[in-house]
T-cell receptor, first 115, second 112 residues
Framework: DTGVSQDPRHKITKRGQNVTFRCDPISEHNRLYWYRQTLGQGPEFLTY????????KSRLLSDRFSAERPKGSFSTLEIQRTEQGDSAMYLC?????????????FGPGTRLTVT | QQQVKQSPQSLIVQKGGISIINCAYE??????FPWYQQFPGKGPALLIA?????SEKKEGRFTISFNKSAKQFSLHIMDSQPGDSATYFCAARKTSYDKVIFGPGTSLSVIP
């Protein structure tokens, strides 16, 4: 399978705990995006990377959130001191600047539940 | 403030009928308008996309109509099938490098 993969698919954690999600983009895709989707809503942009550089962060990304893409391949999204409001689907997408339309391809997401 | 508006919120169509979802945007800097299909527990998947210099684009049973002056665009699904039952999102991007701005989604149910 050459699509975007995310791990874990589901995560249940207690309020106050830290969680980390991983995203593996499509091979050779140099851009990687993180989005958050709450129930019944469209995904909302969190941050994106070109290669290893983090180029933009949404104001939704509070200081409890941090994302990395250390070698320009996979990325991690960490949430510290989780709150119940962090419960959502976290989606990763990747794209290539070699693609005419720079189309973003989404992974299956990580469903986070904070109890 | 919602940059991309979408209606209806939910839609029920008989098998073989036409499903129509409408969207509107405010920011004239948007220059790429994709539609995504999402099944429960899955990520959004690109269905079809259009640029504002084109008024209509058709791919199989899916057609996008685009009205640049009205800043509106719509998705038509012809001969709707139960397998089309999913949530559909219209979306917009400012540039080829920019984040996708999603509408709130339309839940489509196609009944036999």
């Amino acid at each position: 399978d050459t699509g975007v993969s995310q791990d874990p698919r589901h995560k249940i954690t207690k309020r106050g705990q830290n969680v980390t999600f991983r995203c593996d983009p499509i091979s050779e895709h140099n851009r990687l995006y993180w989005y958050r989707q709450t129930l019944g809503q469209g995904p909302e942009f969190l941050t994106y990377f070109q290669n290893e550089a983090q180029l933009e962060k949404s104001r939704l990304l509070s200081d409890r959130f941090s994302a990395e893409r250390p070698k320009g391949s996979f990325s991690t999204l960490e949430i510290q001191r989780t709150e119940q409001g962090d419960s959502a689907m976290y989606l990763c997408a990747s794209s290539s600047t070699m693609d005419r339309d720079y189309e973003q391809y989404f992974g299956p997401g990580t469903r986070l539940t904070v109890t | 403030q919602q940059q991309v508006k979408q209606s209806p919120q939910s839609l029920i169509v008989q098998k073989g009928g036409i499903s129509i979802i409408n969207c509107a945007y405010e920011n004239t800097a948007f220059d790429y308008f994709p539609w995504y299909q999402q099944f429960p527990g899955k990520g959004p998947a690109l269905l079809i996309a259009i640029r504002p210099d084109v008024s209509e684009k058709k791919e199989g049973r899916f057609t996008i109509s685009f009205n640049k002056s009205a800043k509106q665009f719509s998705l038509h699904i012809m001969d709707s099938q139960p397998g089309d039952s999913a949530t559909y999102f219209c979306a917009a991007r400012k540039t080829s490098y920019d984040k996708v701005i999603f509408g709130p989604g339309t839940s489509l149910s196609v009944i036999p």
